[in-house]
């Protein structure tokens, strides 16, 4: 994966492993960092919140972050492993 000067992102690759963006291409707008597990990429938006994607579809790897989403705000950085995600929030909270 690659973020652009605009702020977009490009992936490539085989798409059970996030090598396919398209899903959430459009919510895929001024990216800050990304972070990958084994088969899923998270990416950090200049506001703040985290759009992720791969890993098949589903929660294995860190790719379905939709039940954390309410959390996902104020993210500063994002650290993984080889099958999971953490933030660290603007307030120091993980």
Do not use: C, M, N
Not at 4 to 15: E, F, K, R
Not at 43 to 56: E, F, M, R
Not at 58 to 74: I, N
């Amino acid at each position: 994966a690659a973020i652009l000067a605009d702020g977009s992102l490009v992936t490539w690759g085989d798409p059970d492993s996030g090598g396919d963006s398209s899903e959430v291409q459009d919510q895929l707008k001024g990216v800050q960092q990304i972070q990958a597990t084994d088969k899923a990429f998270a990416a950090i938006l200049a506001d703040g919140h985290v759009v992720t994607w791969g890993g098949h579809g589903g929660p294995d790897y860190g790719a379905d972050s939709s039940k954390v989403q309410d959390q996902l705000k104020g993210v500063q950085q994002i650290q993984a492993t080889d099958r999971a995600f953490a933030a660290i929030l603007a307030d120091g909270s993980v």
